[in-house]
């Protein structure tokens, strides 16, 4: 269970849904069946797991939000991105992702020199270069970016779909819907 998740899930429910005032997020230390630092797929499949393993465990919500952040190859570069579940109390599931950002040759660089995964480099270059933000986003970019922004764009993307006002495009149904 991760604090800077719940935060970030509180923040951006507060923007969606201003006018609720008992807006309640809790946190559980869903599991995400995939690698510590899952590649392409394995990131959305993370955060359906979490959604999923919530709703099973943690019952009585009005909605579960499973959060997973990645490595992804796009366009001959590997980035960094988080992916958003949500399921409603109704069943319905929505999903968003974030923007991505470029891992640092000199991470993949160090990777591939070592034949070890992401998580583990980065342990190794924190121990190399002294205390780093506890956040893989701030690593990269000497602390000017967080993590907790791919967060909020993936939770977003995913609740946008559910708030949306009528006349938005989530909203139409399609001729074979009706």
Known sequence: MSKRKIEVAEKIFRQLFPNEIDISIEGYAAASGVPETP??????DGSCNRAYDSLVHAPGADCYIGMESGLVERYGHIYEEAWCAVIVAAGEKYYGYSSG???????LQRMDAL??????????????HG??????WGSYSGGMLVREVSFGE???????????????FFKQKSKNEI
Do not use: C, W
């Not at 034949?115 to 190399?128: F, P, R, W």
């Not at 993936?154 to 938005?168: E, G, H, M």
């Open 101 to 107: 950002l470029k891992v640092p040759d000199y991470v």
């Open 39 to 44: 590649y392409d797929k394995e990131t959305f």
């Open 154 to 168: 993936a939770i977003r993307n995913a609740l946008i779909q559910v708030v949306a006002p009528q006349q938005s």
């Open 115 to 128: 034949g070890i995964s992401h998580s583990d480099v980065m342990t190794i270059l924190e121990e190399e």
């Open 131 to 136: 205390k780093l933000p506890n956040d893989t």
